[in-house]
DNA sequence: TTGAAAGCGATACCAC
DNA sequence: GTGGTATCGCTTTCAA
């Protein structure tokens, strides 16, 4: 079903067809009815492929984001979209699954797609793509990594601060036997959170124990990466977690060994997604504003959708410490 | 960047630098070479749009659902998306707020799209969309409407049996004060699971208590819905929620009034999401298999890709009891 | 083994 | 107001 098909029905060129589909242009009040007439007859459905490579532009967004199962990344991820679909924007995500090889063919999707503008939210970033994303003409908006700039903007959460808030919150509760929990990206952003972790605490305190496990980001990896920690001997006061998805699993795992959070082990999360106010008990952690991040995305890759773009700027968040129950005074050795 | 600017550059025709991209037809490997080099030297991408609409074809398949929030949702996608990626499809992903509109407007960009097959796995389901679906040439997969054959697929889970299951059980259990929870999508799927919760209350004991409250499909929504049951005096001995992630909401407001689960009150869920092995009680719930659900929807869109397709056929899926914690013996009034 | 050229289905500019 | 037509970037015969 074409164009040309309902030009040929309504006796109009195919002109005046394109016309009253877009809004554009005069077309006498009759003629737009026979025209419609056709298109609902024929039920007709315009090809984007076509709309888009005849009109040069996309009016497309992407998105690629590590793990659309970790509810931090479906918050970025609808944020997003709320604010594509306000403006008459579409959104197509991808899942790299923490994999940089899914990572670099998501980018080739995208830029085959020619989107209008691309939103890189990955841990797993790689050199090479920051580079080729950099020197493409898309927009750009990269987290955590690359240089802002022309049509780059990076999006950088202050990870360490927000980890020495909570660091500095756990020394004062005389907390000074650490676990650390994390996942297996090892790469750039997930690691900072980990040596961020390692430095504050020794800043705060030389002498202090602090013992690192990983799995998989999910709530059974969180559970998997509490039996790891928990394997050796007496278990930590503080278990410090990646983020708030491993956190639960991990706390699934204390209360099966009927340690009592936060009496025997205090726990906490780090981005403050729904589950960690309706998780028992509910997680101390650290806030990154995620619709935030996705106004943000969203003024930087469509920058006349605002006066105040920030295209080739650089925004950075910083993070809240969040306390709630699940986190109290170090149990007496 | 585009097809004619690598000919000219690999001093070939655009045929033959078509054919090196697609691996197709008989290429010397010298001029192969020279291809090769031009691409990356101009960093070259191929239009997508422009290939699909040369191509006629689009190894694209779209899923529409109601609520990606709801892991329900989001399972069933990531089920879809690995066995396209296995097979070399790409996938778009809409997402309807549970709004018809939403769902409206999504069929229309998904046709658009021309994407080789469209799954809807909404609970908003209209019927134009499906006849104007049916009548369509796309392979399409309904999720508990329409009626198989031809294009059309059908997903059919059994949820009056699965209702039944879970009330058979509870009754057992010495239940006669029932609440149930829903959400706001009054619409087909989710009205039968609470009619079906009547009916097989009062099937089992004609003089059973049933109240209702309804609210978001999301864990605050779970919280407002147990607010609106236990405002009106005693509360239930019983709670069935819609799902599970509303029962981890319901859970929470539990906690808060002090009643104990499932001493006080017991509580299910439906679907079995991860979160109901983690949340505590573990969930007591109904199993949904997603990924069953996952792969039905791709042998069925993309028929050539095993010996067994489903297309045009039905599947029923039997939910199954999944006893966990959160249910217990009634306690005395 | 390679090239020339006819579409695919829209948009948009230029006439009338 | 409306129509003709070049064009977007690729695939795909058909010839050479």
New interface residues.
Partial sequence: MSLEQVAKRARVSTATVSRVLNGLGVVKNSTRARVMKAITEL?Y?????????AGGRSRTIGVIVSN??N?FF?DI??AV?TDCHASGY?L??A?TLYRSEQLASSV??M????VAGLAVIVSEMNDDIVR?LS??AIPIVFYDVGTPGGNITKIRVNYRRGIEKLVDYLIALGHRDFGFIGHHSVLAPIDERRRAAFDAIHAACPEAKVRFAADAD???GG?QAAIELLSSGAPPTAIICVNDLMA??A??EL?ERELRIPQDVSITGFDNI??A????PALTTVNIPRDTIGHHVFTSLVPESTPTSTQGKELIVTPELMVRDSTGPARRA
């Fill in positions: 039920n459905h315009p090809n984007l492929h076509a709309r888009s490579l659309l199962d509810p479906l991820y609808r979209e579409e197509v995500v899942n080739r999707l830029i085959g797609r020619r080729e020197e493409s999910s709530l059974e559970s639960v699993g706390m699934k209360r729904k589950l106010e309706f998780c028992c």
